[in-house]
């Protein structure tokens, strides 16, 4: 037991994006109603862009927007990269959540759609009305 | 179902907590992520580009084809929200609804006049009756400019402080849906019409693709806007810098358009009548 206590202290980060994680795929998996998949999938989603940003932390490091850098063209002097976070995973994530809210909106419009075919979001009985048919 | 998913559920958690073992400690300076390719790109940029925020220089100049896609991906699920939402049938007979603004109410006009009938001819059913949102129409109609010049300020100061073309994108995207919500969707349409949102979508990411086409045609690689510095009469660095700006106005303009037209289709149905 004493050998767990520093691996839940130093990776605690992994431990809260796989909560969330396995949250959103219970959500996706279990869950009958379509609007709560697609909530699920963004709880998904959150998870992983948790993960990435926590991987670009540095302890001591700042965020990643030099202070008080030379001026145009005088090359960069002093700027160490230990005292700045990763910025990759910040890029990454940035274009997920943007890319993230546009796939939210067209699983919405599909789901608009089913509605309106169907007249309801219950996955059973959308199953049940295309066996019907 | 239920049981299965619980098994799978808790199957691929122990697989990935047995896997954190491996991972390296939280906010290790030396973990690999941090190790090859960030460094290089936290001590160069100021030099190569002469842009401040790392964050904004990597997305638009180091990893500019994988925005400029992503910016596409936007696009198309704005596209795709039109292509399955939209719908432009013959109208079922010449009815069509309003939203009596005071009461919310929805009313159903059964001869459409030609013209679109003006807001106020409600106004004169109840001409005393207080809205009861009298409040939030007024502070978002006074807030709303300051919303939208606070997202231009974060789209062309994103080189200097946190932000750029996403984030003022979608606070400039936000503004006209806080328009559409406070008031209603038909007068968030008056001010920006479905062809300009479309136009404006398609305009973001050709403004992109164009920025990278000119620096091929003038002699660099695409995307790389060093080959600039001729046309805008600065030195290689700033032409980076600049070219990162004209870029982050693509796909500003790309993100808010998409933004408004995913949000005028999802509230009403396709009809873009009446919505929320």
């Known amino acids: 037991m004493e050998e767990y206590i520093p691996l839940l202290l130093t990776k605690y980060n992994y431990w809260v994006y796989i909560t969330l994680m396995m949250i959103g795929l219970w959500a996706m998996i279990a869950k009958n109603n379509l609007v709560k998949k ?10 992983i862009i948790l993960f990435y ?47 993230s809210v546009a796939t939210l909106g067209v699983a919405l419009a599909l789901v608009i759609k089913i509605h309106r075919r169907h007249r309801t979001l219950e996955e059973d009985e959308i199953l049940e009305q295309l066996r019907e048919s | 179902m239920k049981a299965l998913a619980l098994a799978i559920v808790v199957l691929v958690g122990g697989l990935l907590v047995s896997a954190t073992v491996d991972f390296p400690d939280w906010a290790d300076p030396n973990s690999p992520a941090s190790r090859h390719v960030s460094p290089r790109y936290i001590e160069k940029t100021m030099e190569e580009t002469s842009v401040p925020n790392i964050v904004t220089a990597v997305l638009a100049d180091y990893r500019g084809y994988d925005t400029m896609f992503e910016t596409a991906v936007v696009f198309t699920a704005g596209v795709a929200c039109f292509l399955l939402l939209r719908r432009r049938e013959p109208r079922p007979g010449p009815s069509r609804v ?24 409600f106004k004169r059913i109840d001409d005393d009756w207080t809205p009861h949102d009298l409040i939030v129409m007024n502070v978002c109609r006074l807030l709303i400019p300051f919303i939208q010049l606070f997202a231009l300020y974060v789209i062309a100061h994103g080189h200097h402080s946190p932000g750029g073309g996403f984030q003022g994108g979608v606070i400039l995207g936000a503004s ?50 060093a080959a600039l510095s001729p046309l805008l ?12 700006f ?21 509230a009403s149905e396709g009809r873009l009548d009446q919505g929320l």
């Open chain 1, 38 to 47: 697609i909530v699920g999938m963004n709880i998904f989603q959150t998870a």
């Open chain 1, 53 to 99: 940003v926590s991987i670009g932390a540095k302890y001591g490091g700042t965020i990643p927007i030099i202070q008080h850098g030379p001026g145009h063209g005088h090359g960069a002097a002093q700027i160490k990269a230990l005292a700045y976070i990763n910025p990759l995973p910040h890029v990454l994530m940035l274009t997920a959540i943007v890319v």
């Open chain 2, 233 to 244: 009469r600065v030195d290689p660095v700033a032409a980076r810098s600049l070219g990162i």
């Open chain 2, 98 to 121: 309003y939203r009596h603004r005071a009461t919310g109410v929805i009313v159903e006009m059964n001869r459409v006049p030609d013209k679109e009938p003006s807001p106020d001819v």
């Open chain 2, 176 to 225: 006209v849906i806080l328009m559409a919500l406070s008031w209603d969707l038909r007068t968030a349409m008056l001010r920006m019409k479905e062809t300009a949102t479309g136009l404006m979508s398609a305009m973001g990411v050709f403004i992109y693709a164009g920025v990278g086409a000119l620096a091929l045609a003038l002699g660099g690689n695409f995307l790389d806007y």
């Open chain 2, 246 to 266: 004209f870029v982050e106005v693509g796909v500003g303009l790309a993100v808010m358009a998409t933004m408004v037209l995913i949000y005028k289709n999802l």
